[in-house]
């Protein structure tokens, strides 16, 4: 993050303007509008500055800067057109810790003016940290038929309403609950619908019942499929969920891009599990989900993939229902269908594969040994989830029991991911594959003659890093 994004109260507060063109007159108005004293430092004006200061609004001193004017101010705007001016500005307000910003110059600003979306008193600033201006506006852009212009309205509704709610619900996280109920429900639609006395009415009503029921908040747990790794395959409800909860539970295969999607203010309790390495045990997370929902806690399970495709969800669930804990399933994309699309490997294709069969390559202690005539069969793709540590043996079992050695079959590492690696080869060589490429977890094996289509279809994939 190379600039802290805040918003700063320059209320009655002197701001100065250095520079009498277009671009100056855009900066001094959006100070003026943010209620600041401005003045403008410049031998020349253009008309729109002449206006403002015609009309009081801007104070004018007809000259150029000297170092004097940064007195007594509490932010400085460089817009001219003279660089050596605008350098020893910005080194002047630098000496007096004064924030200043220069515009098209991001080395010389130690602030940045982002580009806006005003729903006052909802404002969104978006920034590309000086490095795209353009790109800003147009994400600025796209935002703003997303956005109600009733937001303004709703915040200021939910404004007049804190110190009730307050007194009703003593409890921080009530009144976080009360509030995302509020602005996620019927009083927020009557409030954009602009039926104001309707929406005073709705939430009043919503708080006496609150009240009533004050200090009895009922815990939730969320189990959540966080795909293979690529935030943008997450689906709209897990995002909704993630910003929701007040503790997130999760796994080793969540990635970093999506954990920062998480409420930043959640309590995060890692779980992950690595082979002989469980830094929690399952009966120790489900205790874990357990008694925080009886805390009153709002609780984000999130586990990698699909949380009912060898996510242990359903031991979970069991544990939820038999405390009488109420829960949400949000289903994720799966391993083997997220690294397939992203490695150019369709699952099923009418030529070479009419079946598609997952495998878990690590099983209960005392589980059966796999079907492996089954597995063995052609015609179908196999793919075996945590099957690295064991390929020599799953590679074997599958020739001796009639899958030909030529078999076609993929390694995808970190699938999904910036840096995903996808290694092609046989059934007799994936084994030295591993050892000569030293192919780490998590990774996916896929069996079977799909494997070949990579070589079209590798090059229409996001990470087309084929080896």
Not at 60 to 86: H, M, P, Q, S, Y
Not at 135 to 152: D, F, K, N, V
Not at 300 to 309: E, S, W, Y
Not at 336 to 345: H, L, Q, T, V
Request: glycine letters at 8%; hydrophobic letters at 40%.
């Amino acid at each position: 993050m190379d600039f802290l994004p805040i918003f700063m109260n320059i209320r009655d507060r002197d701001c100065l303007v250095i520079g009498g063109g277009s671009v100056a007159a855009r900066k001094a108005a959006l100070l003026a509008e943010a209620g600041a004293n401005v003045t403008i430092v410049a031998p020349e004006i253009c008309d729109e500055v002449r206006e403002q200061v015609d009309s009081g609004r801007y104070r004018w001193l007809e000259r150029g800067f000297t170092d004097a004017d940064l007195d007594g101010k509490a932010l400085v705007i460089a817009a001219t057109d003279d660089e050596a001016v605008n350098e020893h500005v910005s080194a002047e307000a630098r000496k007096r810790n004064l924030p200043v910003n220069v515009v098209d110059n991001p080395k010389l600003c130690s602030f940045i003016m982002p580009s806006m979306i005003d729903r006052s008193p909802v404002q969104i600033a978006i920034s590309t940290g000086g490095a795209s201006p353009v790109l800003a506006r147009m994400l600025r852009t796209q935002l703003e038929g997303s956005i109600p212009t009733g937001y303004g309205r709703l915040a200021a509704l939910v404004e007049g309403y804190r110190d009730k709610v307050k007194a009703a619900l003593p409890s921080v996280d009530e009144r976080k609950n009360f509030w995302e109920e509020i602005l996620e429900g019927p009083v927020a639609e009557l409030s954009f619908s602009g039926k104001e006395e309707e929406a005073k009415t709705a939430l009043e009503e919503a708080l006496e019942k609150a009240g009533e029921h004050a200090g009895t908040t009922r815990g939730e747990v969320f189990l959540v499929g966080a795909g293979p790794g690529d935030p943008d395959l997450l689906t709209f409800r897990a995002l909704r969920l993630m910003q929701k909860a007040d503790v997130v539970v999760y796994d080793r295969l969540v990635s970093k891009p999506i954990m920062d999607m998480v409420r930043r203010d959640a309590e995060r309790i890692y779980v992950g599990k690595a082979r002989a390495n469980h830094a929690v045990p399952q009966e120790g997370i489900n205790e874990i989900l357990v008694r925080l929902a009886k805390e009153g806690k709002r609780v984000l399970r999130l586990k990698g993939g699909d949380p009912f495709i060898f996510g242990r969800g359903g031991e979970e669930i069991s544990e939820l229902m038999e405390n009488g804990i109420d829960f949400q399933v949000v289903p994720g994309i799966t391993a083997a269908a997220g690294c397939a699309a992203y490695s150019g490997i369709p699952l099923t294709h009418r030529d070479y594969s009419q079946s598609v069969t997952f495998v878990t390559g690590h099983r209960k202690a005392d589980g059966d040994s796999l079907n492996w005539p089954a597995l063995a069969a052609p015609q179908q793709t196999v793919v075996f989830y945590m099957g690295l540590h064991c390929v020599e043996t799953l590679c074997n079992q599958l020739i001796a029991h009639g899958r030909g050695a030529e078999t076609p079959a993929a390694l995808v590492e970190k699938g999904t991911q910036p840096d995903q690696k996808v290694y092609i080869g046989e059934l007799g060589t994936l084994p030295d594959l591993v050892k000569q490429r030293d192919v780490k977890p998590p990774t996916l094996i896929i069996v079977g003659e799909v494997v070949e289509m990579h070589k079209k279809l590798k090059w229409f994939q996001p990470h087309p890093t084929i080896r």
